[in-house]
């Protein structure tokens, strides 16, 4: 019966049994038989039987296998527990953080808590204060009302007292109501001397105003034809105040607007402006004494016109200078004389 090893069972391989060999029981066991072609030995080698070192190869090949297997396995699992270590450590890291954030909102949402809470406790005692600031007032309204029950009783009696009065004012009317009557035919003649009266006042009213425009319009008059009587001594050493023909130099027109603006032009209530764009006009190019003096007469004869003028002619109404009061510095400026 074969034997088969351990080795070959797990390779499915067999080992064949050997063949017994031929002894020869003649030959003495002390002598040593010829090999000779009389005496043949047959010796028979089976060339499929494997040596016995093939087997302990595949058992340690075998072996060897298996030590691969394990350390492979305990390797995958050597990796696998690291892998579940580092990523339970990252989740344990996030859980962290996330617990970290939500200390943080914790502690943030606790101070707010905490100022408001101040502002409770403030709000408490404010309204602590306003409870006995309503106690007061209450007590205040009552006393208000307790006083207020004593003038009702006393407008009550007032009240009475009113009612008697009341009749007699009723029988009072009845005598106006006659003494009226008494009036109204009086009053046509009255009328008539109201009247009368009023147009007497309107007619010195009249006259008066006539008398103001007169005046005024010769104290306007005055100021224009006497505007220069000093001018020479104002302008002593200049050129031009000697030589009435010399122009007046660009320098010295400043100083010779001042002089006219206040002897004639504010008098009359005349723009400066308006009348220095009347001297640039070419007739009084250039500008001398002579042409000074002319423009001067010209534009405040034409000013005058302008507030007192002739019949058919434009210019203020005598209700102009009634509701200015008899005085220029009053007129508006659209009233105003502008060349």
């Known amino acids: 019966m074969s034997k088969n090893t351990k080795a070959d069972i797990e390779k499915q391989m067999a080992t064949p049994n050997k063949k017994p060999k031929n002894i020869n029981t003649d030959v003495s066991p002390a ?10 030995h047959h010796i028979t080698i089976d060339v499929d039987q494997r040596p016995r070192s ?3 190869f595949a058992v340690a090949a075998g072996i060897k296998g298996k030590i691969l297997v394990v350390g492979g396995l305990a390797l995958i699992g050597a990796l696998a527990y690291f892998g579940l270590q580092w990523f339970e450590s990252t989740e344990l890291e996030a859980q962290i953080k996330r617990l970290e954030g939500e200390v943080n909102r914790l502690h943030t949402e606790n101070n707010r808590y905490e100022v408001l809470n101040k502002e409770l406790n403030i709000t408490v005692d404010e309204l602590k204060d306003i409870g006995v600031q309503i106690n007061d007032t209450a007590n205040e309204l009552e006393e208000t009302n307790q006083a207020l029950g004593f003038e009702v009783a006393e407008l009550e009696a007032q009240n009475q007292i009113f009612a008697g009065q009341n009749e007699r004012l009723s029988k009072t009317t009845s005598d106006l109501n ?3 009557g008494f009036i109204n035919e009086t009053a046509d003649a009255v009328n008539d001397t109201f009247d009368q009266i009023m147009a007497l006042i ?3 009213i009249v006259q008066n105003s006539v008398v103001l425009m007169n005046t005024l319009q010769n104290t306007f008059r005055d100021i224009k034809d006497g505007w220069n009587c000093d001018y020479r001594g104002v302008f002593v050493g200049r050129a031009y105040a000697v030589n009435s023909m010399a122009a007046i130099p660009s320098t010295e027109f400043d100083g010779m607007m001042d002089y006219v603006s206040e ?5 009359l209530c005349l723009d400066r402006t308006d009348f220095t ?9 250039p500008l001398n004494t002579n042409r000074l003096n002319a423009a001067v007469t010209i534009y405040t004869e034409r000013a005058i ?3 007192f003028p002739e019949d058919n002619e434009t210019g203020l109404t005598q209700d102009d200078w009634f509701a200015a009061d008899f005085k220029c510095k009053n007129l508006n400026a659209t009233q105003r004389y502008r060349y």
Not at 31 to 40: D, E, G, I, N
Not at 263 to 267: G, N
């Open 31 to 40: 002598k040593t038989a010829p090999l000779t072609p009389t005496s043949p």
């Open 54 to 56: 093939a087997g302990v």
């Open 178 to 180: 006659l003494i009226s």
């Open 202 to 204: 309107e007619q010195q």
């Open 263 to 267: 002897r004639v032009l504010d008098e």
């Open 277 to 285: 764009m009347f001297l640039g006009l070419p007739e009084y190019r």
């Open 305 to 307: 016109d302008w507030y």
